[in-house]
Structures are given as C-alpha cells and as structure tokens.
C-alpha cells in the first residue's frame, strides 16, 4: 500500500480513455457543481491537476464538495467509474457481443451501459431505487434500454429461468451484500453450465468474499490484478482483482 503522493507522476491518459463514458463531461460537471458549493477555484484546479488520474473514484470529491456529491454528480452525469470498465477488458476473455449478463449491485448503470454498447445483453440489479432510476435514465439516453434492462430487487430471488445467463457479474458489490452465499447460490442457477462468475474487488474487499466463494458451488477459474491500483477517498492505493468462477462439475 502506498500514499497518493508517491503515485502523483503517473499520467492520467490511461484512466481517462475516451473510449469509455465519462470523463470529459464529468470533469465540466465537477468544475460546475463544485464552483457552485463555493470551492475556490484555485484550489479546485489544484485538486483536479494532482489527482487527475483519479476520475475512477469521485467518492475523493466529498472532500471539496460534501457527501452528497457522488450521487449528484452521477444524477447529472449519469457517468463514472470508468476503471470498472477497463477493469473488464482485461480479462483474459472480455465480455462478447451477444453474450447475456446479469450484474448483481448495478448501481448507477455505468458499467453495463458500456457492456450494452459492446452488443451483450444486459440486465442489472440493485437494492436501491435511486440507483435503478439513474440506471435506466442513461440506458434511454444512450438508446440502449433494448439491450439493457435494470430491477430493483430486495433479496436472493432472481426473476430469471434456470441457466439463462452466459455470465453474471459482481463489480465491487459481493463484499457488501450480507449473505454472499445466497446470492453466490442464486446466480449458480441462473448461469448456463458453461457460464462464468466475474467478481471485482479491491484487496479489502477481497479478502471480505474469498470464504463464501470457497464454499460454494463454483471453483476459481481465473484470479487476477487488473488494474494495478485504484485511489480511494482515505488517500491510499489499493489494487483491482478480478476472479473468474465457474460452476464446480460432479
């Protein structure tokens, strides 16, 4: 674990690829809701110079800007967390056109969006209505909602037949959901028998799923850094895993 200021050199140009949503309008949308709060301007172009390659994490902006920042900025934007996406590609098998996911803790949408555009199928869900809503607005706004669908669901009762996913994916969100084995059982039923699991965690957040994935049904295909680090609103740099699963066989 190092500090942000030993990371300050590193450029940003490889969290900020245009490729993805986000970044350019939500850095204008930062600079507005941030001038709007009453941060100086001075100290917010200093801000967004030394952490620029940062962008994957607005949770730091509640430091300028209040708490309520994240779920405004994602309100107005409908864009963030582009280090999901890039978190993603580089898998040894990214996500293909055609292919049906589930994201399991969708939040805002951002990531399935982008996995809508590639040409998968998408459906995500989410504890929280807020989330859903934000996550349907940009779907429609992007012209995706055909291939991208988003439910509210408050438990461990999918609204899907049995193997009707190639996979289902879990982007940092298993480490915050209170019965992992439940939900680890849910999606074992509804993936195909040649489907996979994709679980995104930091190192924390790993260490908080390895037990339940142990002890349930699939075994870990694939376990890798992705990303070799990502900054959080405590200062300090934590790498991105990825741990592909797949159902056990008899």
Known sequence: MVGIKDQNTRPAVGWMKEEYIGNEEVIATIKKMALEKGVKKEELEAFLEKHAFQFGSLN????????????????????????????????????????????????????????????????????????????????????????????????????????????VLYSHSLHEIEDKAATLQESFRVLKSQGRVIVLEDETGKEGVMDAITDSRFEIEEEKVVLPYKVFNHGMVTSVFAIVLEKKRP
């Open 60 to 167: 730091l902006l509640r430091n300028l800007v209040g708490a309520d920042f994240q779920l405004k900025a994602a309100e107005n934007t409908y864009k963030y967390m582009p280090t999901k996406n890039l978190a993603l590609e580089m898998l040894d098998k990214p996500f293909e056109s055609g292919e049906k996911a589930l994201s399991i803790g969708c939040s805002t949408g951002v990531t399935e969006a982008n996995l809508a555009r590639k040409g998968c199928l998408v459906w995500g869900l989410d504890t929280k209505e807020k989330m859903i809503t934000i996550a349907s607005k940009l779907a429609e706004e992007m012209h995706l909602s055909e291939n991208c669908r988003f439910l509210v669901v408050d438990g461990y009762e999918y609204p899907f037949s049995d193997e009707f996913f190639d996979s």
